[in-house]
């Protein structure tokens, strides 16, 4: 191989005095696409955070193209042509494509300072063509959908001469056919010669995408070798260590005997997409719903969870129609929602604080919130779900986002609801964790919990549920006993409308 | 004002990474104490009379600082209390000028209060006007009212127990208007700091849809904060009137700016999540040392202003932590 364009050299980060990364090493070649992996808080962002210059190193060194580089701020890292596709967008909603893309460097009509507004439309139509999409420079951000918003940080990277790219976990709200375009913008971008650090907690992915793959665990590099004939056992063996396996199989937990429902949907028409729809699920069920983005399932869950009133149509948990929110969480419903950062947490809370806060009525006494008789929860809390913090009063802004989702998990879990409905539960999650969070769901269930789990990714669906629902044209177009669900595939075109089976009739 | 604290581990036994910024209003108090005692402090600024007198006239500021930190916690914001204080005194004074006793003039001055309170509850929560402009609007409908009401005359308070109660008594040498204001910090600080409807502010001011997720009413609990503002704004403005022994329609004409600024300097963050009485109390008492100590020095009025304005953005830039 020739010498690497970007090479990392034994980079070391401490933020107070906890070593998060201890000589790192990471290279780069020119057009690669090269795979960051690791755990939940293995460093990752951080490594990656250094390169772009949101944080400074506290040792080592970095080069590009054999020169050694200064990254002391952004503005370096732009300079030195590094550019960072952030999982939270960094997009103005309210600006046009075009503004966006120029914001803050805006082309100006010579010899004055006014904006070169032509211009700016122009050159941005330019890239948007290159990169093969079909985007309106003078849309607004905020009418995009998810996958272009991506497309335009990209665009804007491309705008600063960038040819290194970071992209960190880039597909974890992006839809299938939305994955299918970034991955092919990825392409064209290699063949131009850019270089792609990508990060992401999907095997199947990498194994798609990259050249090489470079896994982290507990702040250090443990593995870089290329693609080619790498399996996913080795990746996860990397990633966890040597007798660590994540099983990721699923356990056939056999029919519910005659116990009746929980809960029951009937003939639920929402305002959005939802036209009929009625299921039950039975306690100690685990029951998967499958659609396409967009297909209503999250409205589904919101309504049961009593966030949205149907139009129609009504819910009936444990016997009785259910009230509204307040009613569905002390009946013991819970709601991990998709969003975590929106909806999930208070970031500038700490992890103590938001496990306890949809438990805050059980830990008050006489008004009185008991800490004490609070912190042991917590503490089991993160012990239980192994969430990596320092301690329960690290603000949760402050965890790794794998580690952020396990808190929001484990808030409800600590609540010990009767239904958990799962909305995208393992977004950003680490395979390893994963499979612990399916274990833990799984035990919850063998003890009486009912579970309802949308995801967009079958792998975890088909590793997961007994049952599987799928959602098409706003009605259960059909209901799966996953025992006779044989594969993937076969999930993904029920998803897709196709072929039609007649609807299982469940054995009660 | 975003950023944030980084936890050390407990495991580690190097120092602790303090941040400073938190204690800045702490700082700054000590610190312009320490200068006043110096160049004052022999024209009577440490006399216990003096100090004694801080209290007094920083009292109104506190009680309606308090309430204000649970506006601002929650993500809001009141600047109705000015004008309530006024509203309050009036009723209060116009109740016993009537000949009713002064308990009842108390519990429709509250009243008062708890009314505007459910306004503002009202037009934030249920109809959802941003409490920006509905308190703006509030503040100019109530100081309105309150010239209305009187026509700006001053009613006098002639009820010696009601004034030695509320504004100008002592109890063992102690005024009572610092009785109350640290009676209403702390009880402030432990409903803040140690209960749930604390919690729950905090959590709305923070995130309110992930509040919302987890099931807390945040409508309800602005609402309450509101109520709760209103009160203190009463509150305030009957010890106002106890000091004074009279009760005017120009009463607490800024208190709410004086009041925003001391919750800000004490740390609580103006995007809401974050907050501190304690620090709150400290603000207030900051601002209230610094005008006394401008005027012991003998500026004027116009300079006092200017001082203190700028103190006052100079300690809040120092609070601010770096990269927020
Ligand atoms: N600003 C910070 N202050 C303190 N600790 C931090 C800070 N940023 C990150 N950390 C800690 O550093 C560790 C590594 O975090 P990082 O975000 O790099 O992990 P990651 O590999 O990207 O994980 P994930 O896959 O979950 O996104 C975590 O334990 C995190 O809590
Ligand atoms: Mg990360």
Redesign the interface.
């Known amino acids: 191989m020739s010498s690497p364009f970007l090479q990392m050299t034994h980079i070391g980060k401490s933020?107070?005095?906890?070593p998060v990364l201890r000589r790192v090493s990471f290279d780069l070649q020119k057009a690669e696409v090269h795979a960051l992996m690791g755990g939940n808080g293995a460093g990752k962002s951080t490594l990656m955070k250094i390169l772009t210059g949101v944080y400074t190193k506290d040792t080592g060194t970095i080069s590009i193209d054999g020169q050694t580089v200064d990254i002391t701020d952004t503005a370096a890292s732009e300079r030195a042509g590094i550019a960072m596709i952030f999982q939270e967008f960094s997009l103005v909603p309210t600006l046009t494509v075009a503004q966006n893309i120029w914001l803050g460097r805006e082309p100006r009509l010579p010899g004055t300072p006014f904006i070169n507004n032509a211009a700016m439309v122009r050159q941005s139509r330019l890239i948007l063509q290159e990169l093969g999409v079909d985007i309106d420079p003078e849309a607004l951000v905020g009418s995009l959908p998810v996958g272009f918003m991506q497309i335009v940080e990209i665009a804007k990277a491309l705008s600063k001469q960038a040819r290194i790219l970071v992209m960190d976990e880039p597909t974890s709200s992006l839809s299938e056919a939305e994955t299918e375009a970034l991955f092919d913008l990825v392409r064209k971008l290699k063949s131009s010669g850019i270089s792609i650090v990508y990060i992401s907690h999907r095997m199947a992915e990498i194994l798609t995408i990259c050249d090489r793959v470079t896994v982290m665990r507990d702040g250090e590099t443990v593995m870089t070798e290329p693609c080619a004939g790498l399996s996913v056992a080795r990746i996860v063996e990397a990633m966890l260590g040597a007798g660590h396996t994540a099983s990721f199989e699923w356990q056939d937990r056999g029919d519910r005997p005659a116990v009746p429902p929980i809960l029951h949907v009937r003939n639920l028409r929402l305002a959005s997409r939802v036209q009929d729809v009625s299921f039950d699920i039975r306690p100690g069920e685990i029951v998967g719903l499958a659609g396409l983005m967009g297909s209503g399932r999250t409205e589904i869950a919101e309504t049961i969870f009593g966030?949205r009133t149907a139009v129609s149509g009504e819910v009936i948990f444990d016997g009785q129609p259910l009230r509204g929110?307040?009613d569905a969480?002390d009946r013991g419903i819970a709601?991990v929602?998709e969003d975590r950062r929106?909806?999930?947490?208070?970031?500038?809370?700490?992890v103590r604080?938001n496990v306890?806060?949809?438990n805050?009525?059980r830990f008050?006494r006489h008004?009185?919130?008991r800490?004490a008789e609070a912190l042991s929860t917590v503490t089991q809390t993160i012990r239980d779900l192994k969430i990596k913090t320092?301690?329960p009063?690290?603000?949760s802004?402050?965890l790794s986002g794998g580690n952020q989702q396990k808190i929001v998990l484990g808030?409800w879990l600590a609540r010990d609801p009767r239904l958990l409905i799962l909305d995208e539960p393992t977004i950003g999650v680490d395979i390893g964790a994963k499979s612990e969070i399916v274990a833990t769901v799984r035990a919850m269930a063998d003890r009486g919990m009912a579970v309802l789990v949308i995801s967009s990714e079958l792998e975890e669906l088909m590793a997961i549920s007994d049952r599987i629902l799928v959602l098409h044209g706003g009605r259960i177009t059909q209901d799966l006993n996953r025992r006779t669900v044989a594969s993937e595939e076969e999930l993904h075109h029920a998803i897709q409308g196709h072929g039609h089976r007649a609807v299982d009739a469940i054995p009660a | 004002m975003q950023s944030k604290v980084t936890a050390t581990g407990r495991s580690t036994p190097s120092l602790p990474d303090i941040q400073w910024q938190n204690y800045i209003v702490y700082i700054f108090f000590v610190v312009v104490l320490g200068f006043f005692a110096v160049m004052i402090g022999d024209k009577g600024f440490l006399s216990v009379t003096n100090l004694f007198n801080i209290a007094r006239t920083t009292a109104m500021i506190t009680v309606i600082a308090v309430a204000m930190t649970f506006i601002i916690s929650a993500g809001e914001l009141d600047l109705s209390v000015g004008s309530t204080t006024a509203l309050a005194a009036l009723i209060c004074a116009l109740v016993m000028q009537a000949g009713y006793p002064w308990p009842l003039a108390v519990v429709a001055a509250i009243a008062s209060g708890l009314a505007v309170g459910c306004l503002n509850g009202v037009f934030v929560t249920m109809i959802g006007i941003p409490s920006f402009l509905v308190t703006l609007g509030m503040m100019q409908f109530i100081r309105g009212l309150d010239m209305r009401v009187t026509y700006t005359n001053p009613i006098s308070i002639s009820n010696q127990t009601y004034n030695g109660i509320f504004g100008s008594g002592y109890v063992f040498g102690v005024p009572s208007l610092l009785i109350w204001s640290v009676v209403i910090a702390l009880l402030g600080h432990v409903v803040l700091k140690y209960t749930g409807f604390g919690r729950e502010i905090l959590a709305t001011g923070g995130n309110r849809q992930a509040a919302e997720y987890s099931g807390i009413k945040t409508r309800r609990v602005k609402f309450y904060a509101f109520l709760l503002s209103g009160a203190a704004a009463a509150l305030a403005g009957m010890l106002y009137a106890g000091m004074m022994q009279t009760a005017r329609f120009n009463f607490g004409e800024g208190a709410e700016l004086m009041a925003i600024a001391a919750v800000i300097l004490g740390g609580t963050s103006l995007f809401g999540g974050k907050g501190t009485i304690l620090g709150t109390f400290a603000g207030s008492l900051l601002i209230g040392t610094i005008n006394n100590g401008l005027i012991i020095m003998g500026l004027d009025v116009s300079e006092q202003m200017m001082i203190s304005g700028a103190i006052i953005i100079v300690a809040v830039a120092f609070g601010k932590k770096p990269g927020a």
């Open positions: 933020f107070g005095n906890i966030r929110q307040a969480i709601l929602p929106k909806m999930g947490l208070v970031l500038d809370h700490s604080d306890l806060l949809p805050l009525a008050t008004f009185f919130v800490d320092d301690g009063d690290k603000l802004r402050l808030k």
